[in-house]
């Protein structure tokens, strides 16, 4: 078992002339690996370079620089995150990566920025690098735009209208994450990782990943399996949100890194998608058998994602209980 490749040529619009047979493989994929690849995917190959190219630039700043923007000067946690800062596996050392965080550019005056929420906000961008920026904007744009058709297509996948996640796409909070992984020491113990085992907490992740391999995805069966680099695509994977959105039916795999094979850093750039603030995630129609009760807990995508970074960073966002006014 393994982890299929999706071309998406004639279904990244809708009507186009192989949305069926994309839908029903994106479908098989939900119910068991939580993850496949797509290719022909509309984001052009020179926008991915540029982005490797700026991670390269954001993680090859000195120190004090990235100090001074540091994620813990952000409420909203936009900046530069150092090595060792996470542990995503709670049984495993602190994670072997250093981070650059950015998102959607939001006006200042956006309700959600105003209320603080978790994403909506201002990013820190360093002064020395003028061009980040309108490439990090550039790319969050893109890959939004890649998301909600993918988020099109899943609901096609649970035969529901195409349109269906469309509202909860509207305003959505999104994190992109460029990191830059270390060699894998030497003489590290079977608990030392990149990233420690873990699930993502959103809805859709799209990672671009360079060449060194090292991402490792776990299976039904418990086995795990390598998420190889395969050149013009990207990795996509369904977060938390997908599972409480289907009752189950879809999955959210555990995945881990540990960048073990080229003897130099690995990058990559995952970008995760979440749905609006207060968008309602419950079970969709068709996915509770008649007479059973929902596997999970209806809450809003705030309130998710505030629980998730929570018990990761201990960071606590406004309430997600009530709409700003």
């Known amino acids: 078992m393994g982890i299929p490749v999706i071309d998406l040529a004639g279904a990244l619009a809708p009507g186009g002339p192989r949305v069926a047979e994309v839908v ?21 190959a020179d926008m991915v370079a540029r982005q490797f190219d700026t991670t390269r630039d954001l993680m090859n700043l000195p120190p004090e620089r990235r100090e001074a923007l540091s994620i813990d000067k952000s409420p909203i946690m936009r900046g530069f995150e150092s090595l060792g800062a996470q542990t995503l596996d709670e049984n495993a050392q602190p994670d072997l990566k250093e981070s650059f965080y950015c998102g959607m550019e939001w006006p200042a005056d956006h309700p959600y920025a105003v209320a603080g929420y978790q994403t909506y906000g201002p990013n820190q961008w360093p002064a020395e690098l003028p061009a980040a920026k309108t490439q990090c904007v550039a790319y969050v744009d893109e890959m939004n735009t890649l998301s909600v058709r993918l988020m099109q297509l899943l609901a096609l996948s649970l035969s529901l209208p195409e349109d269906y996640f469309d509202a909860a796409c509207k305003d959505p909070m999104v994190t992109l994450r460029m990191v830059r992984y270390p060699p894998h020491p030497k003489d590290a113990d079977d608990r030392t990782f990149g990233a420690g085992a873990h699930t993502d907490w959103g809805a859709v992740t799209i990672l671009a990943q360079d060449s060194s391999g090292g991402l490792e995805v776990q299976m039904p069966d418990g086995s795990w399996v390598p998420a190889t680099p395969i050149e013009d695509t990207f990795v996509v994977n369904l977060g938390d949100m997908i599972p409480r959105w289907t009752n189950g039916l879809y999955h959210s795999n555990p995945h881990r890194v540990r960048n073990m094979y080229t003897g130099a850093p690995r990058y990559s750039i995952p970008f995760f998608f979440e749905p609006e603030f207060f968008a309602r995630i419950e079970p969709v129609p068709g996915t509770v058998p008649e007479g059973e009760a929902p596997k999970y807990k209806a809450c809003t995508a705030g309130e998710h994602l505030n629980e998730m970074y929570a018990k990761t960073y201990g960071f606590k966002s406004p309430s997600a209980e009530t709409a700003p006014a």
């Open 24 to 44: 029903q493989q994106m479908r098989e994929a939900a119910m068991s690996a939580g993850f496949f690849y797509v290719k022909n995917h509309g984001v052009p």
